[in-house]
């Protein structure tokens, strides 16, 4: 029975592709790569989306060319080093020719097809430009080929069917002249991408570019790279992609350079001198109390984490507060904060230090620029870059190490725009005046999770209680030494993959020896993501002090546990996901989980404070309502952020009932 034609050509066709693409797949997984990154989280559509809100005409959008346009030309380039130079493991045939034509033309369209369908807006031009670039490329892929020798396509095929040595490979690749051109324009663009994006944070390179045009340019180097390995690399005889993988297993036990950052000078206290909370709650009742039986509200703030999106909305919800309620933020005695919403926090604490209260209504603005800042850009820059010599050295350079960068970003923004070093200070110098310990501002509680043993850890001015924090890690006591803001700031904000866990050590004394102990302290998120326990166990050391004072006459405190929550799961219908379910089920039920048990936690301690008689404490949760897609990450967009902030003008204000009896019983406390 003679053989189907179409059948027949197919299936040559079938074994055509896998034989290329089983070289080539690595330039497959990064153009895949891509495609999630750019379209498959909430992070991605906020970042396409200001590209889209600042017109076709705008320097943005020109950046997110010029990297589609090196990245289209690296993908061809890439696929003409690994298929036409010096192939392995291809036979010839009709089909295998038309491919090795086309591949990486049509590759090299790829990377503005992937983009036109991230900016995919029927209204607006962005994709459909996009779309006609890649058209372009084609015809400039062709238009080279045909009239620029050393991009000619031969007319004749040479494979090899041998093992070769990587000198062999080597000299063949520096003897083709396609070949010579690629790499000597990858180590190029590789000079250049490194040099201009491990100069200091302070310069805003990546600030300028933005992070969708970072995020082109790393993967446009990660082809390269990746590419060339592939070439050098011969599955059968030399798998070079494995020994690099091991090297760079072994290699990391040597290269952590995620130490964190001390502070350390004649202007730090030392950390013996930091308050108790006994101590510093006293002292705190003292620069409030007027006469014998005053009332006093004591206000503990929980700020749930959610990158920036927690960091605007627990700023915004503060500022708010302390315009309706008069003398609000000196009755917060202290922040317990979680990942975006720790950042808030200390933001809020240290403008709270800077500004003095008449002038914080004028300077709002200033504040408003610095939580809405760019601080995605310096992080993937950071790790695109810099990160990627590291994990080729032995010695560890902090300075590398992308979660210093996120700290940088927002001292310098803080900087920048107030013009301070606030965040740059150290966290117990913050509470320092001229006149002694400063009262009036909150304590910070920022919490994070030590990966090695699952403990909660908590960075604070204050020394706290081991009755009452069992089981918790205290960082500034781990090592010994204070830190600065930014950088406790950070030790409860690294959450997956954006940022890696920070180490902090110190020796421990077991049996005699001393031996080192410590960890790598990651986002709070994976220990509770609400903050609310830190607050409770913070309260439960308080009552003993507050009983105290009622009994005695001196003063009736009256404590409220005020949750600032931004996570979105009330309400949900969920539908069973069956696609690659042996996979994403796994990472569906960590995230989701993680998210939803800020829900619990919230229905439950609000339940459960009713059990407070003595004192009796109010427990009050300030919602963001999701009427916009708002990110988890570190970049907001303008319109986004401005959604975040009219929300916070409306949800936050007297008209809720729960904010009118707290306004009432500052009233009745005669706080003004």
Same mark, same amino acid.
């Given at each position: 029975?003679?053989?189907?034609?179409?059948?027949?050509?197919?299936?040559?066709?079938?074994?055509?592709?896998?034989?290329?693409?089983?070289?080539?797949?690595?330039?497959?997984?990064?153009?895949?790569?891509?495609?999630?990154?750019?379209?498959?989280?909430?992070?991605?559509?906020?970042?396409?989306?200001?590209?889209?809100?600042?017109?076709?005409?705008?320097?943005?959008?020109?950046?997110?060319?010029? !990297?589609?346009?090196?990245?289209? #030309?690296?993908?061809?380039?890439?696929?003409?080093?690994?298929?036409?130079?010096?192939?392995?493991?291809?036979?010839?045939?009709?089909?295998?020719?038309?491919?090795?034509?086309?591949? *990486?033309?049509?590759?090299?369209?790829?990377?503005?097809?992937?983009?036109?369908?991230?900016?995919?807006?029927?209204?607006?031009?962005?994709?459909?430009?996009? /779309?006609?670039?890649?058209?372009?490329?084609?015809?400039?892929?062709?238009?080279?080929?045909?009239?620029?020798?050393?991009?000619?396509?031969?007319?004749?095929?040479?494979?090899?069917?041998?093992?070769?040595?990587?000198?062999?490979?080597?000299?063949?690749?520096?003897?083709?002249?396609?070949?010579?051109?690629?790499?000597?324009?990858?180590?190029?663009?590789?000079?250049?991408?490194?040099?201009?994006?491990?100069?200091?944070?302070? #310069?805003? /390179?990546?600030?300028?570019?933005?992070?969708?045009?970072? /995020?082109?340019?790393?993967?446009?180097?990660?082809?390269? #790279?990746?590419?060339?390995?592939?070439?050098?690399?011969? =599955?059968?005889?030399?798998?070079?992609?494995?020994?690099?993988?091991?090297?760079?297993?072994?290699?990391?036990?040597?290269?952590?350079?995620?130490?964190?950052?001390?502070? +350390?000078?004649?202007?730090?206290?030392?950390?013996?001198?930091?308050?108790?909370?006994?101590?510093?709650?006293?002292?705190?009742?003292?620069?409030?109390?007027?006469?014998?039986?005053?009332?006093?509200?004591?206000?503990?703030?929980?700020?749930?984490?959610?990158?920036?999106?927690?960091?605007?909305?627990?700023?915004?919800? %503060? /500022?708010?507060?302390?315009?309706?309620? *008069?003398?609000?933020?000196?009755?917060?005695?202290?922040?317990?904060?979680?990942?975006?919403?720790?950042?808030?926090?200390?933001?809020?604490?240290?403008? %709270?230090?800077?500004?003095?209260?008449?002038?914080?209504?004028?300077?709002?603005?200033?504040? $408003?620029?610095?939580?809405?800042?760019?601080?995605?850009?310096?992080?993937?820059?950071?790790?695109?870059?810099?990160?990627?010599?590291?994990?080729?050295?032995?010695?560890?350079?902090?300075?590398?190490?992308?979660?210093? #960068?996120?700290?940088?970003?927002?001292?310098?923004?803080?900087?920048?725009?107030? !013009?301070?070093?606030?965040?740059?200070?150290?966290?117990?110098?913050?509470?320092?005046?001229? @006149?002694? =310990?400063?009262?009036?501002?909150?304590?910070?509680?920022?919490?994070?999770?030590?990966?090695?043993?699952?403990?909660?850890?908590?960075?604070?001015?204050?020394?706290?209680?081991?009755?009452?924090?069992?089981?918790?890690?205290?960082?500034?006591?781990?090592?010994?030494?204070?830190?600065?803001?930014?950088?406790?700031?950070?030790?409860?904000?690294?959450?997956?993959?954006?940022?890696?866990?920070?180490?902090?050590?110190?020796?421990?004394?077991?049996?005699?020896?001393?031996?080192?102990?410590?960890?790598?302290?990651?986002?709070?998120?994976?220990?509770?993501?609400?903050?609310?326990?830190?607050?409770?166990?913070?309260?439960?050391?308080?009552?003993?002090?507050?009983?105290?004072?009622?009994?005695?006459?001196?003063?009736?405190?009256?404590? =409220?546990?005020?949750?600032?929550?931004?996570?979105?799961?009330?309400?949900?219908? +969920?539908?069973?996901?069956?696609?690659?379910?042996?996979?994403?089920?796994?990472?569906?039920?960590?995230?989701?989980?993680?998210?939803?048990?800020?829900?619990?936690?919230?229905?439950?301690?609000?339940?459960?404070?009713?059990?407070?008689?003595?004192?009796?404490?109010? =427990?009050?949760?300030?919602?963001?309502?999701?009427?916009?897609?708002?990110?988890? @990450?570190?970049?907001?967009?303008?319109?986004?952020?401005?959604?975040?902030?009219?929300?916070?003008?409306?949800?936050?204000? %007297?008209?809720? *009932?729960?904010?009118?009896?707290?306004?009432?019983?500052? $009233?009745?406390? @005669?706080?003004?």
């Amino acid at each position: 029975m003679p053989s189907n034609p179409f059948i027949s050509t197919a299936r040559d066709y079938v074994v055509a592709f896998y034989q290329t693409q089983r070289n080539a797949l690595v330039i497959i997984i990064t153009l895949l790569i891509a495609l999630y990154i750019l379209t498959g989280t909430d992070q991605a559509d906020d970042m396409i989306e200001a590209v889209i809100s600042s017109g076709v005409g705008s320097l943005l959008f020109l950046f997110i060319l010029v !990297g589609a346009f090196i990245w289209s #030309w690296v993908v061809y380039g890439s696929t003409r080093l690994i298929l036409h130079v010096s192939p392995v493991g291809l036979r010839l045939t009709p089909a295998m020719d038309t491919l090795l034509r086309w591949l *990486p033309r049509l590759g090299g369209m790829l990377p503005n097809l992937i983009l036109a369908f991230a900016f995919w807006e029927p209204a607006e031009p962005q994709p459909y430009l996009l /779309i006609t670039a890649s058209g372009i490329l084609l015809y400039m892929f062709r238009l080279v080929e045909q009239r620029v020798p050393v991009f000619a396509l031969p007319h004749h095929w040479t494979f090899r069917d041998r093992y070769t040595s990587m000198v062999q490979d080597f000299r063949v690749l520096w003897r083709h002249p396609l070949g010579r051109r690629i790499v000597a324009t990858g180590f190029v663009l590789t000079a250049i991408l490194l040099i201009l994006f491990s100069l200091p944070v302070q #310069w805003g /390179i990546a600030r300028y570019f933005r992070p969708t045009a970072v /995020i082109l340019f790393g993967i446009s180097f990660f082809t390269f #790279w990746g590419s060339l390995l592939v070439y050098f690399n011969d =599955y059968r005889y030399r798998p070079l992609l494995l020994v690099v993988g091991i090297y760079f297993v072994a290699v990391s036990a040597f290269n952590d350079n995620t130490a964190v950052r001390e502070a +350390t000078g004649p202007n730090v206290p030392p950390i013996d001198q930091r308050p108790t909370v006994e101590a510093h709650f006293l002292r705190w009742v003292e620069a409030r109390h007027t006469a014998p039986g005053d009332t006093i509200p004591l206000i503990l703030v929980a700020a749930e984490g959610g990158g920036i999106r927690a960091l605007n909305w627990t700023a915004e919800t %503060l /500022i708010r507060l302390d315009s309706i309620i *008069p003398g609000f933020s000196r009755h917060v005695y202290a922040l317990s904060g979680v990942s975006g919403g720790g950042v808030g926090t200390a933001f809020y604490t240290a403008f %709270l230090r800077d500004v003095p209260e008449a002038q914080r209504i004028d300077r709002f603005a200033q504040f $408003r620029r610095v939580i809405r800042d760019d601080y995605l850009s310096a992080v993937s820059s950071a790790l695109l870059f810099p990160e990627s010599l590291q994990r080729l050295s032995f010695v560890p350079f902090p300075s590398l190490e992308r979660g210093k #960068w996120l700290e940088d970003s927002w001292a310098d923004s803080y900087r920048r725009n107030l !013009g301070l070093h606030t965040l740059d200070s150290a966290v117990t110098s913050l509470y320092q005046r001229p @006149g002694g =310990y400063d009262y009036n501002l909150p304590s910070l509680l920022l919490n994070g999770t030590l990966a090695e043993s699952g403990q909660k850890v908590i960075t604070s001015n204050l020394k706290l209680d081991s009755r009452y924090f069992r089981d918790v890690v205290s960082t500034v006591d781990l090592l010994s030494h204070d830190v600065p803001l930014k950088t406790a700031a950070s030790l409860c904000s690294r959450f997956p993959v954006v940022t890696n866990g920070a180490l902090v050590r110190n020796g421990a004394l077991k049996n005699g020896d001393v031996q080192p102990y410590g960890g790598h302290v990651v986002d709070g998120g994976y220990f509770d993501n609400s903050g609310v326990e830190t607050c409770f166990q913070l309260l439960n050391n308080l009552v003993p002090s507050i009983r105290r004072l009622d009994s005695t006459g001196q003063a009736t405190v009256v404590p =409220y546990i005020l949750f600032i929550q931004n996570s979105n799961t009330l309400g949900r219908v +969920t539908r069973a996901k069956s696609i690659m379910q042996i996979v994403r089920i796994p990472l569906l039920g960590f995230f989701n989980a993680w998210d939803n048990g800020s829900v619990t936690r919230d229905n439950m301690f609000n339940s459960f404070v009713d059990r407070f008689a003595n004192p009796r404490t109010n =427990y009050l949760t300030l919602r963001l309502a999701y009427n916009d897609r708002y990110p988890l @990450g570190w970049y907001l967009s303008e319109r986004v952020a401005n959604r975040l902030s009219e929300q916070a003008r409306d949800s936050i204000s %007297l008209k809720n *009932p729960a904010l009118r009896q707290l306004q009432s019983a500052f $009233r009745r406390a @005669g706080v003004r």
